[in-house]
């Protein structure tokens, strides 16, 4: 149930700059798609395996989603 409002949400701030957490990773990226189920940006930081990378995130693996200020 969260999932839908959580993807709906996230399909308004496509090309926004979002902070991505899940258990194990945290992504900072643009966001490029959402569906009902996955969530595509493309990583801005080094974090990981560095920018520029396209990442997907499966809705029912995340933790927290910020977007900051600056990206409203």
């Known amino acids: 149930m969260f999932e839908t409002t959580l993807s709906a949400e996230l399909a308004r701030r496509i090309g926004s700059r979002v902070e991505i957490a899940t258990a194990t990773n945290f992504i900072e990226g643009v966001l490029t798609s959402v569906s009902t189920e996955l969530v595509i940006a493309v990583?801005?930081?080094g974090y990981?395996?560095?920018s520029g990378?396209?990442?997907y995130i499966?809705?029912?693996a995340?933790?927290?989603v910020r977007i900051p200020s600056t990206a409203a």
């Open 43 to 45: 990583q801005v930081s």
């Open 48 to 50: 990981g395996y560095g």
């Open 53 to 55: 990378n396209t990442v």
């Open 58 to 60: 499966s809705l029912d």
């Open 62 to 64: 995340i933790s927290f």
